[in-house]
């Protein structure tokens, strides 16, 4: 089945430093990939939608200056949370669609990043 | 706008007895909806969908869902809850974008 490798699972970092999160797509291509963020017992809040090869569309509030999301490949999109501050520390997951399905094929989610920032 | 509501933050039941997560949805045009489920520190893993057809939908685990258009509902089903079964679940919608929108999860516990 499809499958979306998430790396780090955990990173711990310091306040001001930036912190890169991957989302690799292992066995399908993913023209789209979405970010979101998850709040403890919470639901996932959409944060962008990352386009291959042109820029991110970011859902209203969020900071793009502060989440930078790049989608070089068909199969890779990073987040890049820069300059951390301890309000960011939260869990961010990625998903994507294979993009050889229709628009009512689920998502397939990586396993999730948890973004501790001291 | 779409919307989906799982009113339910927590659903406690015994092992063995039928378990059902409710998922209510608002959607213009024809709604995809989706139930995922969630595991701590782990991504979503995608049960079952309804696009269109057969308003009874089974998918992974045991686990079915009934699609009411009337009702606008989209119920989690299991006949016979199992311990493993405890975890988040998500209800979704879509009505042809790439946009999901996720409900707020129901926790489920399933008691030995």
């Known amino acids: 089945g499809a499958v979306v490798s998430q790396h780090p699972s955990r990173v711990i970092c310091k306040s001001g430093t930036s912190v890169k999160i991957e989302c690799r797509s292992l066995d399908f291509q993913a023209t789209t990939m979405f970010w979101y963020r998850q709040f403890p017992k919470q639901s996932l809040m959409l944060m962008a939608t990352s386009n291959e090869g042109s820029k991110a569309t970011y859902e209203q509030g969020v900071e793009k200056d502060k989440f930078l999301i790049n989608h070089a490949s068909l199969t890779l999109s990073t987040l890049t949370v820069t300059s951390a501050h301890p309000e960011d520390s939260s869990f961010y997951i990625c998903s994507a669609r294979d993009q050889g399905t229709g628009e009512n094929s689920p998502l397939h989610f990586g396993n999730g990043t948890r973004l501790t920032v001291t | 706008a779409q919307s989906v509501a799982q009113p339910e933050d927590q659903v406690n039941v015994a092992e063995g007895n039928p378990l059902t997560v409710k998922c209510t949805y608002s959607?213009?045009?024809?709604?995809?909806l989706f139930w995922y489920v969630q595991y701590p520190n782990r991504g979503l893993q995608f049960l079952l969908k309804?696009?269109?057809?057969?308003?009874l939908v089974k998918g992974s685990y045991g686990f079915e869902a009934e699609f009411n258009k009337s009702q606008t509902s989209f119920h989690l089903k299991k006949p016979s809850a199992l311990v493993s079964d405890s975890a988040l679940y998500f209800c979704a919608v879509t009505s042809g974008t790439y946009k999901y929108i996720f409900g707020t999860g129901t926790r489920l516990k399933v008691l030995a």
């Open positions: 309804y696009i269109t057809g057969d308003n």
């Open positions: 959607v213009s045009g024809n709604p995809y």
